[in-house]
């Protein structure tokens, strides 16, 4: 039940970037900026198409390599995976639904940084200033999502050892 919410905000999050994305790179000129210097002007930049296509490259790849364990753990792929994550009971949706949402919090993560690629490179619409508060919120999604990995597994060993004796 708790893995659909996960595939849920996954699938939003897909949508959001993907939208965002092409937006952000039909607006921009022929060089993309990712780093200016004091006077404003590009200290570092790359080719239109080589953001785009490293853009996209590095968002299926983060998917697909953060998909693929949470696909293993929902199929029952391996013997080992149905044991310790049998289907239907609560910690194995929880483990699944934290899977989908934290490649969710890392898609909606490339997501703002290619906004804030968006704000260098079109100064006259939004601040890039203005983006400090998620460059904060970021990390603190993270160590929140990670710390909830860690409360999975120490209720899932603890299924296990009261299980085994």
């Given at each position: 039940?708790?893995?659909?919410?996960?595939?849920?905000?996954?699938?939003?999050?897909?949508?959001?970037?993907?939208?965002?994305?092409?937006?952000?790179?039909?607006?921009?000129s022929?060089?993309?900026?990712?780093?200016?210097?004091?006077?404003?002007g590009f200290?570092?930049?790359?080719p239109?198409?080589?953001f785009f296509y490293?853009?996209i490259?590095?968002?299926?790849?983060?998917?697909v390599l953060?998909?693929?364990?949470?696909?293993?753990?929902e199929?029952?792929?391996?013997?080992?995976?149905?044991r310790?994550f049998?289907k239907g009971?609560?910690?194995?949706?929880v483990?699944?639904?934290?899977?989908?949402?934290?490649?969710?919090?890392?898609?909606?993560?490339?997501?703002?940084?290619?906004?804030?690629?968006?704000?260098?490179?079109?100064?006259?619409?939004?601040?890039?200033?203005?983006?400090?508060?998620?460059?904060?919120?970021?990390?603190?999604?993270f160590v929140?999502?990670?710390?909830g990995?860690?409360?999975?597994?120490i209720q899932?060993f603890?299924a296990?050892?009261?299980?085994?004796?």
């Open positions: 039940m708790y893995y659909r919410f996960g595939k849920v905000f996954h699938f939003i999050s897909v949508l959001v970037f993907t939208l965002s994305f092409l937006y952000i790179y039909a607006s921009l022929d060089v993309v900026a990712y780093q200016l210097d004091e006077n404003g200290l570092k930049s790359v239109k198409e080589t490293s853009g490259i590095l968002f299926i790849v983060l998917n953060m998909i693929v364990p949470g696909k293993m753990i199929n029952g792929s391996t013997t080992n995976l149905k310790i049998p009971e609560f910690l194995s949706d483990m699944i639904a934290w899977i989908y949402s934290f490649v969710g919090i890392i898609n909606i993560s490339l997501t703002i940084m290619t906004l804030f690629i968006h704000s260098i490179n079109n100064q006259n619409e939004i601040a890039s200033s203005q983006y400090n508060v998620f460059f904060y919120l970021i990390p603190v999604l929140v999502w990670i710390g990995l860690f409360w999975i597994l899932k603890k296990v050892q009261a299980n085994s004796i």
